[in-house]
T-cell receptor
Framework: AQSVTQLDSQVPVFEEAPVELRCNYSSSVSVYLFWYVQYPNQGLQLLLKYLSGSTLVKGINGFEAEFNKSQTSFHLRKPSVHISDTAEYFCAVSEGGGGADGLTFGKGTHLIIQP | NAGVMQNPRHLVRRRGQEARLRCSPMKGHSHVYWYRQLPEEGLKFMVYLQKENIIDESGMPKERFSAEFPKEGPSILRIQQVVRGDSAAYFC??????????????FGPGTRLTVL
């Protein structure tokens, strides 16, 4: 069975500072990895995804993430955050190979941007 | 191209009543997933359906919960005899392809169920 761990429930950051949101996963098979963002009272929006190929993935709104197979991590980064980045961020994993599962989500990290 | 639609956005029920949540997937998507989000928690997978078929309901509680995705019309998540612990946000997602491929799921805005 797969699982996702987001170690930080909240991350406060000053505006224009860099940020890293951590995500570790466990799975016995190859995986696809996703980061979603959820703004208050809204659904989830895909930021970026890793399927295969280059381990550095660029997404929307200036975010990027790096897949590290040896450390089973997929941390999300942004070099300079904006007040509008305040939201809940979810890391998710889906197993490859035809498993009939939905996505497995972490508990989320609340990114708080301070002016 | 309209996104995933869910209605109602907010639903209030008294204990013992039935809750019926609707999800219309994106045009051309035949794969639908339901998730539940409890306060301070991530989303938990409940059920995966294709048209007229339940493919994986491993995340669904064994009693009171059911889901369908008929040939015509939206997918329905039905909760009978609701209890306070059912209060949560229920999200629907759709995908043009099934698991094991580029399974990008597109999420609806959710239905927030409150059980009094």
């Amino acid at each position: 069975a797969q699982s996702v761990t987001q170690l930080d429930s909240q991350v406060p950051v000053f505006e224009e500072a860099p940020v890293e949101l951590r995500c570790n996963y466990s799975s016995s098979v190859s995986v696809y990895l996703f980061w979603y963002v959820q703004y208050p009272n809204q659904g989830l929006q895909l930021l970026l995804k890793y399927l295969s190929g280059s381990t550095l993935v660029k997404g929307i709104n200036g975010f990027e993430a790096e897949f590290n197979k040896s450390q089973t991590s997929f941390h999300l980064r942004k070099p300079s955050v904006h007040i509008s980045d305040t939201a809940e961020y979810f890391c998710a994993v889906s197993e490859g190979g035809g498993g009939a599962d939905g996505l497995t989500f972490g508990k989320g990290t609340h990114l708080i941007i301070q002016p | 191209n309209a996104g995933v639609m869910q209605n109602p956005r907010h639903l209030v029920r008294r204990r013992g009543q039935e809750a019926r949540l609707r999800c219309s997937p994106m045009k051309g998507h035949s794969h639908v997933y339901w998730y539940r989000q409890l306060p301070e928690e991530g989303l938990k997978f409940m059920v995966y359906l294709q048209k007229e078929n339940i493919i994986d309901e491993s995340g669904m509680p064994k009693e009171r919960f059911s889901a369908e995705f008929p040939k015509e019309g939206p997918s329905i998540l039905r909760i009978q005899q609701v209890v306070r612990g059912d209060s949560a946000a229920y999200f629907c997602a759709s995908s043009p392809r099934g698991p094991g491929s580029d399974n990008e799921q597109f999420f609806g805005p959710g239905t927030r169920l409150t059980v009094l």
